[in-house]
């Protein structure tokens, strides 16, 4: 959790300044054709209004502390959910302030931030291309207090996050070094630990379908059994000459998601790096950190 | 029927900015409400009610097709209602029925703006109306609920309340004040060139027309309506029985009704007398006529006077009718006199009606024998109306057209003004003696705290002007010797004098009356004061009252480009000020904390930053590690903030930050 750097706040004019200086007008126009000395002050004083509330929208977003906390990784395409602590600095309240992500402002009332209580909320966006991203681009707007301009403020919080490449492909398990008892498609069929249900489907054999599971689901579901095996699967960038980059990287990406739902053990060489055979949460996230920050053959 | 359930939205208004904001379009339209076709009226105050009730859960606002009905269904109806959709009354009933739908389908915060918006139009419209300064505060109060609803409505559901919406409302206003107050005495004005008034049809405009019929004067006599207030910048206040306010001439008369008669030349302005002058400024009330009224009689030369000229009978038209109010300053010379009546105007002047009765005629025949002067004709005449027992009477009866004149002088003998008036100047016809009649306003009130005259309705009053040789127009007024305490004093006392019934029994309780009604009486006419001044300060300070206004204060050759310099460079520097102001810490200052952070900082800069984990007793347990020699002064302030930070007796703060405000350089110890 790191406090961020902010830009300047900056008040910009909304539709709604276009009304009011529509009004403006018909009030000045009043003014001058009827001789209407009231018209007038009327118009010169919701003028000065406007131009206070300028202010007052500047002053507040001003003095606003962004952080971000841990944001996890995601797929490229999935939303990014950047959960974003917002306080005030000086014991001052600040009125309906959006955090986004995006310049285009929520049609909701933002939120508020009282002295001592900071805001905290999720900001939601797009995925960014695949990558190791260090900043968070945020925007904070506020319509406070009358609404005819609109505060806006650019924050960029540096926070590391990853965007792993979309998992993509339909390339099978490449052969492993180690011989192979039967054809690959990602899941062993035997072994001795029980390793989760799917769906039967027609043609398998009946002995591995869980019967007391088919008393509960009209399904039926069938056992598979998995067990600890001295195979290892090397993904290899070399093995995938006729792809380009990005599609690669989606292949091993997909390939490494296969195999670790499947608990297989897996080890990912890329040019440059190779990240030894494992298999876990950890080495899952490792390699795919190693994917999304990859930045091409040419590192080699 | 999908679009009729797809265009069916339910409410996302919270209830408390949107009862704010119709309670604000409410008092906005009021005003409107004499204007206004009366089933618009009502039918906007069900639109408040309706819009209200969709408010709750679970209610839909209503489909699109509904919509476009009622929108049909309104301005087809105002359009049958007056004939014409086009036109003012027309105009501002679609405006209200519009104010009404918008009402009905608003929903989100866009649309919440545009209510906020037609709020501020519709106190704008209400200014069309009456500008004085009650009707300006009521528009002020709208502004401001309208910009305390919008902050309410930005402050979200969690952190809203009224009471601070508002307040916050107040401030921006307040803050607002200064830079109005600059644009309105800076900004430069434009005025007149503009084809589209509509102010002579929005005004509540009556009072004199060009023609004086039995009861055009006496049903003014109770409308207290303002014509006119007039200073006298001279310091030269003539008695107010001897206010004439000069309006217009009328020429041509048959019996009791007098029109302006024919064209006439005018009068060569050269032989005048002169005499003492009385400088009058007056601020007229829109009137939808052109007469400009001065005491009697003006005599301004016609190159100082703004927009108006001299009409035949020495009266002042504008060439503009007066739609909108109008300062002008005149000089009248109360003892001028032509010398010479043009040709025209003494046959205009002697001009009888077609039809006179033997026994008018035989009346006047009377007073002509012995061939006597025109002085004591007029005096016979005059005598004749004292002796008669002519009656002075608001409700006179109503005259017959043709036979008027002979049953007023010898049977009813009851009449107002215009009467006294129409048949002296008769009788002063058939006598040979050249006579018109002069109407418009005679004395007024003085309000002797703002040293001005208010002239109402009320004040209306004709009289008559005989043409003596060699003495020229000479002012008659026949109403003086028919009741005397009427010339004298304004009708208004009058009027109290005349109906009140003496009561001997209750003589305590009405000196108290009196007194209440003397204390009243002193209370409007301070507000009436003040509304004088916010005449002449706000309404009337057009390009002229600036002009002079840049002049006063040297700066009558500065170019408008240099003024509107100035006033951004003004207005910047406070904003400036004021973003200052705004950035400053909110509320109670924690002097502790401040002290503590600055006892940290001394530390810092001597080489001893106290970490973030670090609780205070810890830091101040190192830093007397690291420097001994101030080892018991950095103990006794850790004590000491520990102490006000955690002890629950709340100790005085005193001791802590007198000690803080002593901190001295820390200095290691060498060889540390």
Request: with cysteine; aromatic share 12%.
């Amino acid at each position: 959790m790191q406090s961020s750097p902010t830009g300047r706040v900056w008040v910009w004019p909304n539709g709604r300044t276009l009304g009011l200086t529509a009004v403006l007008v018909a009030m000045c126009y009043a003014g001058a054709s009827q001789s209407n000395g009231a018209a007038y002050l009327l118009c010169f004083l919701l003028t000065s209004l406007a131009i206070v509330s300028v202010v007052h929208a500047w002053a507040n977003l001003h003095g606003l502390k962004i952080t971000v906390e841990t944001i996890l990784p995601v797929f490229a395409g999935d939303e990014v959910v950047a959960p974003v602590v917002v306080s005030g600095k000086r014991g001052r309240s600040h009125f309906s302030v959006q955090v986004s992500a995006t310049r285009e402002v929520p049609l909701t009332p933002g939120d508020t931030i009282v002295p001592d209580a900071p805001l905290r909320l999720e900001v939601r966006f797009p995925s960014p291309g695949r990558g190791h991203h260090r900043v968070v681009p945020l925007h904070l707007t506020s319509d406070y207090p009358l609404g005819f301009f609109t505060a806006h403020q650019r924050v960029k919080a540096a926070h590391d996050f990853y965007v792993y490449p979309a998992p993509h492909g339909s390339l099978p398990f490449p052969t492993t070094i180690a011989p192979t008892r039967q054809p690959r498609d990602g899941v062993r069929h035997e072994g001795d630990d029980f390793g989760g249900t799917r769906m039967w489907q027609q043609g398998e054999s009946q002995r591995h379908i869980d019967w007391k599971a088919a008393a509960r689901n009209p399904v039926l579901l069938t056992k598979q059994w998995t067990g600890e095996t001295d195979e290892i699967l090397y993904f290899e960038w070399g093995a995938l000459p006729a792809l380009d980059t990005e599609a690669r990287l989606s292949q091993l990406t997909k390939w490494i998601v296969s195999a670790e739902r499947g608990f297989e053990t897996y080890e990912l060489r890329l040019p440059g790096k190779t990240i030894r055979a494992s298999r876990g949460d950890g080495h899952f996230h490792e390699c795919l950190r190693a994917l999304a920050s990859f930045e091409g053959p040419a590192a080699s | 029927m999908n679009l009729f359930r797809q265009s069916r939205r339910s409410s996302t208004l919270a209830n408390a900015p949107l009862i704010g904001m119709i309670v604000a379009l409410v008092g906005g339209i009021i005003p409107l409400g004499e204007r206004v076709a009366s089933w618009v009226f009502f039918g906007f105050f069900a639109a408040c009610i309706v819009r209200i009730l969709l408010n709750r859960p679970g209610a839909r606002l209503p489909s699109l097709p509904v919509k476009l009905f009622l929108f049909v269904a309104s301005i087809g109806g105002v359009a049958i209602s007056y004939g014409s959709p086009v036109g003012i009354e027309p105009g501002f009933s679609i405006l209200v029925a519009l104010v009404g739908l918008k009402l009905i389908e608003a929903n989100g915060p866009r649309d919440f703006h545009v209510l906020g918006l037609l709020g501020f139009f519709l106190a704008l419209c209400d200014l069309f109306f009456s500008q004085d300064f009650v009707r300006w505060l009521y528009v002020a109060a709208i502004l401001l609920l309208v910009l305390a609803t919008l902050v309410r409505f930005h402050r979200g559901r969690g952190a809203a309340s009224y009471p601070r919406s508002a307040w916050l409302a107040v401030k921006l206003l307040a803050q607002a004040l200064p830079i109005a107050a600059l644009l309105f005495l800076f900004f430069p004005r434009v005025y007149g060139g503009f084809r589209f008034q509509f102010s002579q049809s929005l005004m509540n405009i009556g009072g004199m027309s060009d023609r004086l019929s039995p009861g055009s004067i006496s049903s003014m006599a109770l409308n207290g309506d303002i014509v006119f207030r007039a200073d006298f910048p001279d310091g030269n206040i003539p008695p107010i029985s001897a206010m004439y306010w000069r309006g217009g001439v009328l020429w041509r008369g048959e019996g009791l009704t007098w029109v302006l008669g024919p064209f006439l030349s005018h009068e060569r302005r050269t032989g005048l007398l002169g005499g003492p002058a009385v400088r009058q400024r007056i601020s007229l009330q829109p009137h939808g006529g052109r007469w400009l009224f001065a005491l009697d009689s003006p005599a301004s030369d016609e190159r100082d006077l703004r927009g108006a000229t001299y009409q035949p009978g020495n009266v002042l038209q504008s060439r503009r009718v007066i739609i909108s109010r109008f300062r002008y300053e005149i000089l009248s010379r109360p003892e001028n006199r032509e010398t010479t009546l043009p040709r025209d105007h003494r046959i205009a002047a002697l001009h009888l009606p077609s039809h006179v009765d033997p026994r008018v005629r035989a009346l006047v025949d009377s007073w002509k024998v012995g061939n006597p002067a025109p002085e004591q004709i007029v005096e016979s005449a005059r005598r004749y109306f004292r002796r008669e027992h002519f009656v002075y009477s608001l409700q006179p009866g109503t005259y017959s057209d043709a036979h008027g004149l002979e049953e007023f002088l010898f049977e009813r003998r009851q009449g107002f003004c215009e009467h006294y008036a129409a048949a002296f100047a008769t009788l002063m016809r058939l006598a040979g003696i050249p006579s018109r009649i002069v109407i418009g306003y005679h004395g007024g009130e003085f309000n002797s705290l703002g040293k001005y005259v208010i002239v109402r309705q009320s004040d209306a009053h004709a009289w008559c002007e005989v043409w003596i040789k060699d003495t020229g127009w000479q002012r008659v007024d026949p109403t003086d010797m028919i009741a005397p305490d009427r010339i004298s004093s304004n009708f208004a006392t009058f009027l109290q004098t005349h109906t009140a019934q003496p009561d001997p029994d209750s003589a305590q309780g009405s000196l108290a009356a009196t007194g209440l009604r003397e204390i009243q009486h002193d209370l409007q006419l301070a507000w009436d004061s003040l509304n004088y001044q916010w005449d002449l300060h706000v309404l009337n300070f057009d390009e002229e009252a600036q002009n002079n206004f840049l002049l006063s204060l040297g700066l009558g050759s500065t170019s408008w480009v240099d003024i509107l310099f100035w006033i951004v460079l003004t207005v910047a520097l406070f904003i400036a000020a004021l973003s200052y102001l705004l950035r400053r810490p909110q509320g109670r200052v924690d002097k502790v904390a401040q002290g503590y952070a600055s006892f940290c900082r001394a530390l810092a800069r001597a080489g001893l930053p106290r970490e973030p984990w670090e609780g205070a007793q810890h830091f101040g347990a190192r830093a007397a590690r690291q420097f001994p020699e101030q080892a018991t002064f950095l103990e006794r302030i850790s004590a000491l903030y520990v102490e006000l930070r955690y002890s629950p007796a709340r100790p005085n703060p005193h001791a802590f930050l007198a000690a803080v405000r002593r901190l001295p350089r820390f200095t290691a110890p060498h060889g540390n």
